[in-house]
């Protein structure tokens, strides 16, 4: 069966986002992107909230066509025009959105439907809201938290709401010179 990551740069008190979802105090360059790219490539579906496949479809298509892209535009516009994407929202609609799911119901039983499906790991990037909504029905596999050096104090947390403990096994660490620290999470669901 396939699993889904959870991909997330994170504050070392939690947070995801500030109070508005910005996110001016995550820090990427490009030993970052390149250990990225590595791990994207592990998977063949994204998963996205409504807001944050927005932003994402605003950016990717073309980032890397642009005379002054660089590296890691090329490379992740590239995979992005490839991936299949999936998109959890209660109001948008199917048209005119190549390679592209829309799940507005039925949470659960359509992500273990695609779950089924052959294929590798499905990343979901960020989206703090379908990440709360996968999390409180146990859909999440696997964590690769970012951990930035700040601590905001205030946002848009991770974990919300949480009825029963999560267990996790730390499978790999990796520190980076910008003070980064990323964490490989696997959720231990015995």
């Not at 660089?70 to 199917?94: F, G, N, P």
């Not at 799911?101 to 990037?125: H, P, W």
Request: glycine residues 6%; contains cysteine.
């Amino acid at each position: 069966m396939r699993k889904i990551i959870s991909f997330m740069h994170i504050s070392l008190d939690g947070f995801v986002a500030g109070l508005n979802g910005e996110l001016d105090w995550v820090k990427v360059d490009e030993e970052i992107f390149d250990f990225v790219g590595k791990r994207i490539s592990e998977g063949d579906t994204a998963l996205y909230g409504r807001v944050t496949f927005q932003m994402m479809e605003n950016y990717w298509p073309t980032a890397g066509d642009k005379p002054t892209a660089s590296k890691h535009d090329i490379e992740h516009s590239k995979w992005y025009s490839k991936v299949h994407k999936v998109v959890l929202s209660k109001t948008m609609k199917d048209a005119d959105l190549t390679n592209t799911t829309i799940i507005s119901d039925n949470l659960s039983d359509r992500i273990n439907e695609i779950k089924q499906q052959a294929g590798k790991d499905i990343l979901l990037f960020g989206s703090p809201t379908a990440t709360h909504s996968l999390i409180q029905q146990n859909l999440i596999d696997g964590y690769w938290l970012f951990v930035n050096p700040i601590i905001l104090g205030q946002g848009i947390p991770l974990f919300v709401d949480i009825k029963d403990k999560i267990k996790l096994k730390l499978l790999t660490t990796q520190q980076f010179t910008c003070g980064v620290t990323e964490l490989n999470y696997t959720v231990d669901k015995q």
